[in-house]
């Protein structure tokens, strides 16, 4: 079982930026290919971007690409999101997600945080 734990929403204007964190409870988090995905009000969730268990894979949404980043520290069990240039339409709730694949799919992270708010001010 893993725990994850979001933080660093919040609201920021268009053409700003936000990093969001995600800490994992379990000891043993190199197993795990991480994730974030968003969901907007009214909307499915969304793969936002994805990241290997080591670190050397990653995977993005076309719409973020070039403006957003992904990284992890397995040492200290955290995955970070780096989000610049940010829309209004970013403007969603982000989760974070873990799972033994690195994938695109939802259904393939059987692990979820709570959430955290982004709000995108135009």
């Known amino acids: 079982q893993v725990q994850l734990v979001e933080s660093g929403g919040g609201l920021v204007q268009a053409g700003g930026s936000l990093r969001l964190s995600c800490a994992a409870s379990r000891r043993t988090f190199t197993p795990y290919t991480m994730a974030w995905f968003r969901q907007a009000p009214g909307k499915e969730r969304e793969l936002v971007a994805a990241i290997s268990r080591t670190g050397d894979n990653t995977r993005y949404a076309d719409s973020v690409k070039g403006r957003f980043t992904i990284s992890r520290d397995n040492a200290k069990n955290t995955v970070d999101l780096q989000m610049n240039t940010l829309k209004p339409e970013d403007t969603a709730v982000y989760y974070c997600?873990?799972?033994?694949?690195?994938?695109?799919?939802?259904?393939?992270?059987?692990?979820w945080g709570q959430g955290t708010q982004v709000t995108v001010s135009s």
């Open positions: 997600a873990a799972g033994p694949l690195l994938s695109t799919i939802l259904g393939a992270y059987p692990y």
